[in-house]
């Protein structure tokens, strides 16, 4: 069974441009969630889809990140304009998010952002 | 609110036992997780308790609930320097909320 695919890897992008990362979850799962890491804090959610609609977007810094899951499937994330602060890992996770379930998340590997 | 600690660090020889610790705030909490994070990689679940149970045992890996003091332990038996990463507690009630994290080194 494939993971969950994220895109890209890693990038460096300078303050005030934007960038955009890209998500595919597990097949099938109804649940994706899009968190970010910063250097030695542990991942803080920044939203949480189930199927197209947003669950939990209280933590997505609004004015300048924005997240769609058009068809229920993948997702985008993108950021703009960059700050500095924005440096981190975005890591993307999906479940099945069926009812009486462990809550497993699967998490992809991340995608390194850089800004300077 | 929701808040989950966790101490920063823990150095062990291999073949030792490692215990990791982590208290958490929210005591609506139904599951509580460990997830174990390689360099350059994303999480992975290692184990998970159901809030009703005090332990769960998983080969090398037991997991210790005190609902009561709302302290949840992770015990590896016989430490191998492959278990050298950073090892995160969460909880769940609406969301999952992720402690910082514990960076284990086993040396040889």
């Known amino acids: 069974e494939a993971g969950v695919a994220q895109s890209p890897r890693y990038k460096i992008i300078e303050k005030r441009q934007s960038v955009a990362f890209w998500c595919n979850p597990i097949s099938g799962h109804a649940t994706l969630y899009w968190y970010q890491q910063i250097l030695g804090q542990g991942p803080k959610l920044l939203i949480q889809?189930?199927?197209?609609?947003?669950?939990?977007d209280s933590q997505l810094p609004k004015d300048r990140f924005s997240a769609e899951r058009l068809k229920g499937v993948d997702s985008t994330l993108k950021i703009q304009p960059a700050k500095l602060e924005d440096s981190a890992v975005y890591l993307c996770a999906s479940s099945p998010g069926t009812s009486g379930s462990s809550g497993e998340l699967f998490f992809g590997e991340g995608s390194r952002l850089t800004v300077l | 609110g929701e808040d989950v600690e966790q101490s920063l660090f823990l150095s062990v020889r291999e073949g030792d036992s490692s215990v990791i610790n982590c208290t958490y705030t929210d005591s609506s909490s139904t599951y509580l997780y460990w997830y174990k994070q390689e360099p350059g990689a994303g999480l992975q679940l290692l184990t998970y308790i159901f809030s009703n149970m005090d332990m769960k045992q998983d080969q090398r890996l037991t997991v210790l609930l005190n609902k009561k003091d709302k302290h949840l332990s992770l015990r590896i038996a016989d430490t191998q320097t492959g278990d050298s990463a950073i090892y995160f507690c969460?909880?769940?009630?609406?969301?999952?909320?992720f402690g910082k994290g514990t960076m284990l080194l086993v040396s040889p």
């Open positions: 969460a909880e769940r009630y609406s969301t999952l909320t």
């Open positions: 889809f189930q199927n197209n609609g947003v669950v939990d």
